[in-house]
């Protein structure tokens, strides 16, 4: 059971491991021979299977570890849990705000935090569970799926039989090469949430969404934080995203050092982790008692006996597939962490259904032809879809941008939340929307608007007309739309119009 890496092992982990990998499981008797064979129960392939099963599909669905995968054992679940907690940590120690007196946050509710994340993790794992996929009409296998066989795969002494496989493997957390860093005990994302007391101080490797996210809730529920980062928060990101959110850390009392290169991690004589870093040409030394590396995830590629069925893979990048998400070998399919730059749960959803419709009913479906959001759940938070500014220049299309600060909308400035913008971009002469940015308290789920206009390819003019509740965020939405409708009030159309109103008179 210690192989599971879960701890505490109290009523909530233990019913986690009931559903999720059942100690006394048995395994299905397998059948003749399987539509789709699946090794991974993550988000691609617990789809991925059930899809194929509501189809009328035999399917079988292999799992060594916890079903559910990273998104509700190391993931999404727990950290989106720890986050809600820490918001409400954040408005009881800035209660003033609002007209109450503050309150600090002090060690001991640490537990009484985890304690609810593990509950929740808990209920949410029905969702997951061998129970239900079998009910489901999913044979479920738990134990290693090493493929054998031009069709066929082991997994314990069983052999199964498939004409169609995914490998929906996920991935893990990268630990780079920092000098000195396996001389240390540190945390990643796969046990930061077995924690039971709350870390005096945690220094955070990593100023990526995880990271990002995980350094915030932590200062929030009282620890001192240091984050270090070789370039900038989340680089990828739109940089007036990243530089709000660098002053939200700072003004949160986050020891921020960006730009910084780790040049040796060690252990001191009194048990502290120390970590000395170069940053804008000083030498920092930093001495906490935990460490999260949060450096990027490794694709899960290994030990699966792919070299013996033609999948072509690299250690870094993961699984090689067509844009159809097809292998190297015609009968094997990828989907997820394990094959995909878009390491999100929905993305991998949307692959395990592009995967079923290729692989059973020889479909054409892309990955490329996706229209992708996605969020960074720190507050605010930051969200985005379609393209970046650097992916139009490298496609040499001209671009205009529109943007509306929050400082500017009613709602937010209301609930002390107005450190945020909507930005559109589009198509130069045009209204046609290649890519927004939204930082907000909510802006995941603003950034579906936008999504829903692309998909419908609904310009950005178009939005203008929908009318929005005030009061609103999601307002910002509809000004940015008739900042671009005013352009269109040109100066001869400005005349046109005046003569008109001044003939009506």
Not at 121 to 139: C, F
Not at 195 to 220: D, K, M, N, W, Y
Not at 296 to 320: A, C, M
Not at 363 to 369: A, L, P, Q, V, Y
Request: aromatic content about 6%; hydrophobic content about 40%.
């Amino acid at each position: 059971m210690s192989t599971l890496n879960l701890s505490p092992l109290d009523q909530y982990n233990q019913e986690l491991i009931n559903n999720v990998h059942p100690q006394t499981w048995k395994n299905p008797i397998p059948q003749a021979k399987y539509n789709m064979v699946v090794i991974g129960a993550g988000t691609a392939g617990l789809i991925t299977a059930i899809a194929t099963a509501s189809l009328g599909g035999k399917v079988a669905l292999i799992e060594k570890h916890l079903m559910g995968g990273d998104c509700l054992n190391v993931g999404c679940v727990p950290s989106k849990a720890l986050i809600s907690a820490a918001k409400i940590a954040y408005e009881i120690q800035h209660a003033e705000n609002f007209g109450f007196e503050n309150h600090g946050i002090a060690a001991e509710t640490f537990p009484k935090v985890m304690e609810r994340l593990r509950k929740v993790r808990a209920e949410i794992s029905k969702n997951d569970s061998a129970k239900r996929y079998t009910d489901l009409g999913v044979d479920v296998f738990i134990g290693e799926g090493v493929f054998t066989g031009k069709n066929t795969i082991q997994v314990e002494n069983d052999i199964l039989n498939f004409k169609k496989a995914v490998i929906a493997t996920g991935a893990k957390a990268g630990i780079p090469p920092i000098p000195g860093i396996k001389s240390i005990e540190f945390l990643t994302n796969e046990n930061i949430f077995n924690l039971t007391e709350r870390p005096e101080h945690l220094i955070v490797i990593g100023g990526g969404p995880i990271g990002c996210e995980l350094a915030q809730s932590f200062r929030r529920l009282g620890s001192k934080v240091s984050i270090i980062q070789d370039k900038i928060f989340l680089p990828l990101e739109d940089p007036d995203a990243s530089k709000i959110l660098e002053d939200v850390f700072q003004k949160e009392g986050i020891h921020v050092h960006l730009n910084a290169k780790i040049t040796q991690v060690e252990l001191t004589s009194d048990g502290q982790k120390q970590i000395t870093l170069e940053s804008n040409g000083k030498t920092v030394v930093l001495n906490g008692t935990h460490v999260l590396v949060s450096a990027g995830r490794t694709p899960n590629v290994e030990n699966l006996g792919l070299e013996k069925v033609g999948v072509e893979f690299d250690k870094r990048f993961g699984i090689k597939v067509s844009d159809k998400l097809q292998t190297t070998n015609k009968a094997i399919y990828a989907a997820g962490d394990c094959c995909m730059q878009w390491k999100f749960t929905h993305a991998a959803d949307a692959a395990a259904q592009i995967v079923v419709q290729n692989a059973l009913f020889k479909g054409r479906k892309k990955i490329s032809d996706l229209t992708m959001p996605w969020c960074t759940y720190t507050q605010p938070e930051i969200a985005h879809v379609g393209l970046y500014e650097r992916d139009a220049k490298e496609k040499n299309i001209d671009v205009d941008f529109y943007k509306f600060n929050l400082s500017e909308n009613d709602r937010a400035i209301a609930e002390g939340k107005a450190n945020g913008f909507v930005k559109v971009m589009v198509k130069k002469g045009s209204d046609q929307i290649l890519g927004a940015t939204i930082v907000a308290s909510n802006a995941g789920d603003m950034i579906s608007e936008i999504t829903t206009a692309m998909k419908a390819k609904l310009g950005l003019g178009g939005i203008a007309g929908v009318i929005h509740p005030y009061p609103t965020q999601a307002e910002a939405i509809k000004r940015v739309s008739g900042m671009y409708n005013k352009t269109r009030l040109t100066p001869f159309v400005a005349k046109i119009l005046k003569k008109w109103l001044n003939f009506q008179l």
